[in-house]
């Protein structure tokens, strides 16, 4: 027997601990998170619950699980692995509570990435709003509708769905070096890349992505004033998203 745990699987990793890890380890395929076991799935679409498409460590089952329990709630969710167009993998332009920087998506007219859909009962979804912000009006992110065909959501089997619900950061997202979106390379390469653009961001967080995350984690004022200092450098755009919201 095959067995099913996120540990045997490699996918316990919780970057809610562990900053660094962010976004976690993502399944290779669909599967339905389940304890924490990740068990086959037996359909793809779920009419009786609300469709999710996530970028950043919601994808990550050990980081969801964590979410979940946190909560009380330990029904089961189906996570879709699929192939989107329209949207890519950017920076929020805050730094969050646990530490790191986290993922938002931003409009993209290039290529298709594999991203998963939650497929979320009412409690889960009310949850996962909570920890996102997405119940308050200062709140980090929206959680906004993507409809077909301006994003294309295509499952496993081929079915394309009308559209999907994402969470979008509320305060844009980062840019590289010109004036388009950053995409998210993992949590040390952009904190790496951070850190070294902005002696301001050293001053503020340390030379080094751990002193980083440990200062972050430890003072919310530090947290302000480094979400501040991305918008001082000019280094906030918009995500090309904001229509949706």
């Not at 890519?88 to 993922?103: L, M």
């Not at 388009?180 to 890349?193: D, E, I, K």
């Not at 919310?220 to 090309?240: K, M, N, V, Y």
Request: charged share 20%; hydrophobic share 40%.
């Amino acid at each position: 027997m095959v067995d099913r745990t996120l540990a045997a699987l490699g996918l316990a990793q919780v970057p809610h601990d562990d900053p660094l890890l962010y976004p976690g380890t993502w399944p290779r395929g669909s599967g339905l998170l389940d304890g924490d076991r990740l068990l086959p799935l037996d359909r793809l679409v779920h009419d009786d619950r609300t469709p999710v498409l996530t970028v950043g460590c919601n994808a990550c089952p050990g980081q969801l699980r964590h979410k979940l329990d946190s909560f009380g709630i330990t029904t089961p969710v189906p996570m879709v692995r699929t192939h989107v167009g329209g949207v890519d993998i950017g920076v929020s332009a805050h730094v969050s509570r646990a530490g790191y920087v986290s993922a938002a998506p931003f409009r993209s007219l290039t290529g298709t990435r594999a991203l998963f859909v939650l497929w979320l009962d009412a409690e889960q979804l009310t949850a996962i709003d909570t920890t996102e912000g997405a119940t308050l009006p200062q709140g980090n992110f929206a959680r906004v509708w993507l409809p077909a065909p301006a994003v294309r959501v295509t499952l496993p089997d081929g079915h394309v769905l009308p559209g999907a619900y994402c969470y979008t950061n509320r305060h844009g997202v980062l840019r590289d070096g010109t004036r388009t979106p950053r995409r998210h390379p993992g949590q040390r390469p952009l904190l790496t890349a951070l850190l070294r653009h902005s002696p301001r961001l050293r001053d503020l967080l340390g030379t080094t992505p751990e002193e980083f995350c440990a200062r972050a984690r430890s003072d919310a004022t530090l947290r302000a004033r480094a979400t501040r200092l991305f918008a001082e450098e000019d280094l906030i755009i918009t995500s090309g998203l904001e229509q949706y919201a």
